[in-house]
Structures are given as structure tokens and as C-alpha cells.
């Protein structure tokens, strides 16, 4: 009798600890699939749509130059024996810059031929004076194919140089018609001055699109399906979407499918599927 008590304890005592080592083991996994996949009950934020402006930009790197440079020639047998102005300095056309010799021993003064700044470019072949026309200048880019067709001259342009941490007013004055290595010259024209040196790197804004007051979401909102339309969740199925996404079910009904209009990094124009007001979600991992 003692014996089968014994027993029937043990099975009793082994039974509770499998109970809690199955718990344990549950809860292990679940917190395993959780951090494999980043679902949490708080995984979502919820979004109420409203109205705004929404802007589409297309950006480009390039370093300030002018876009009307003037290189003096000189014989190759020529020798300067003066040179009248300073580099840096400004110049005015037709003003005398240089005095020159050449081979049979005449001198000759050399002048600009555009108003500028004078300067002295050398390099491993030979040394080059230069003026540079201040009432052109700007950054020129190199743009690709798809960004190409959404630009046109006279286009608004932010374009902030790195150096001086300071923002200037451009436009785009020059696209060019032909590419070369698969890609676009297009040159912004900035206002010059003079804390502006020629060679900072500048990145530009071209503002290719511009809506106002249309209704909007930020970008983090909008999905796209695999055939190609864009939807968004509706947030009153927040717990159900949760669940289809956590067992890798459909989410399928959770969807509100949209017609998007402007798409930038920020926000994005939504021309039917949504109201203003309407609340979606957007994960927030």
C-alpha cells in the first residue's frame, strides 16, 4: 500500500513538473518566434488621415563652377613675363590679365574676353588661366534615365552648399539632350557670392511636383501588392492582422487598396481609396 502511494506520488510530482517545463517551452518559443520576427502587440501605430501639401523632389550631387569659363590661349612657345592681376581677383572684359614673349622676342598683352574671376589651374600636363564668369554659375548633375523626364528648364531648385551649411535659390537652366555613360548633364543656375568659392560640393532639390491640399499619408503607411497595386491596413482589424501575420495566414481583408498620385520619401498623395479621417496603420517594427 505504502508502495503504490510512493508511486502514485511520484507520477503526480512528474506530471506537475512536465506541466511547467510544457509552459516553459511555450513560452520560450513564442518569445523565440517573436524576436525572429519582430511581432509585438505594439507593432503597429495607427494614422488618421488628413489633407496637405505634398511635394516631389529629385535630387542630385554636383560641385559649384561656372557654366561660362574662358581659357586664355598662349602659344606654346609663349612665355609670360607679367602677370597684371591677382588669382581670385575679379576682372572686367577686355581688361589686360597678362604680358607675353614669344619666340621672336615680342611682348603682347594678353585680355579677358568675359568679365570674371581670374584664375591659375594647374595640372601634371600643363598650367591654364582661366576666367571664371560670375553671372553663370551654378552645379552641374548627372541624372539617370528615370529621373530625366521629370525635369524641365525653369524648374525650382533648393540647392544647399555642405560647406557654408546654407541653402540657395536655383532653377534649372540647361538639360542635355543627349546622355553620356547612360546618364543626363543638367546644370542648376544659383545667384554668386562671396562666400561661395568655386569646386564645394552641393547637393540640389529639384522640385518636379508640387499638390496642394490634397489628401496624404506618410510613406511608411503605403504597401504594395505583388501584382503591382498599393494598399494600406485598415486599423480596425489591427488584432486580426496581427494574428494573420504572426501564423503567415492572408491578411487579404485587412487591405484598403488606393490609387497613390505623388510618391515621395516623406508622404504620399492618395486620389481615391481614402478620406480624410479615416484611420490605417503603419508598422512601426
Given at each position: ?26 513560452s ?41 569659363i ?23 572684359q ?30 601634371e ?21 528615370r ?15 555642405n ?39 552641393s547637393?540640389?532639390?529639384i ?33 486580426e ?8 495566414t ?21 486620389k ?14
Amino acid at each position: 500500500m505504502k508502495k503504490l502511494k510512493r508511486i502514485i506520488i511520484t507520477i503526480a510530482i512528474i506530471a506537475v513538473v512536465v506541466l511547467i517545463l510544457k509552459n516553459i517551452i511555450q513560452s520560450k518559443v513564442g518569445a523565440m518566434k517573436d524576436a525572429e520576427y519582430g511581432y509585438t502587440s505594439y507593432m503597429f501605430d495607427t494614422y488618421t488621415v488628413k489633407r496637405g501639401d505634398v511635394s516631389s523632389y529629385i535630387k542630385g550631387v554636383g560641385q559649384i563652377t561656372s557654366f561660362n569659363i574662358e581659357t586664355l590661349e598662349l602659344a606654346s612657345t609663349d612665355k609670360i613675363s607679367e602677370i597684371l592681376v591677382s588669382e581670385g581677383s575679379r576682372v572686367e572684359q577686355n581688361q589686360e590679365v597678362m604680358k607675353v614673349t614669344d619666340m621672336n622676342n615680342k611682348t603682347r598683352t594678353i585680355k579677358a574676353g568675359i568679365s570674371g574671376m581670374f584664375f591659375c589651374i594647374e595640372t601634371e600636363e600643363s598650367t591654364k588661366y582661366c576666367i571664371y564668369n560670375l553671372d553663370d554659375i551654378g552645379v552641374k548633375l548627372s541624372l539617370p534615365e528615370r529621373d530625366i523626364t521629370h525635369v524641365a528648364i525653369g524648374q525650382t531648385v533648393k540647392v544647399k552648399v555642405n560647406a557654408l551649411n546654407k541653402e540657395f535659390d536655383g532653377t534649372v537652366s540647361y538639360i542635355a539632350s543627349l546622355p553620356q555613360n547612360d546618364r543626363y548633364t543638367v546644370r542648376v543656375k544659383i545667384n554668386y557670392t562671396d562666400d561661395i568659392k568655386f569646386g564645394y560640393s552641393s547637393t540640389a532639390s529639384i522640385l518636379v511636383a508640387n499638390m496642394g491640399d490634397v489628401v496624404s499619408i506618410p510613406y511608411e503607411c503605403l504597401n504594395e501588392a505583388e501584382d503591382g497595386r498599393y494598399f494600406v491596413y485598415n486599423e480596425k482589424y489591427k488584432n486580426e492582422l496581427y494574428e494573420a501575420m504572426f501564423d503567415g495566414t492572408s491578411d487579404e481583408e485587412y487591405r484598403i487598396y488606393v490609387e497613390p498620385g505623388i510618391i515621395t520619401s516623406t508622404n504620399v498623395e492618395i486620389k481615391s481609396g481614402l478620406q480624410e479621417g479615416d484611420k490605417i496603420l503603419t508598422l512601426v517594427w
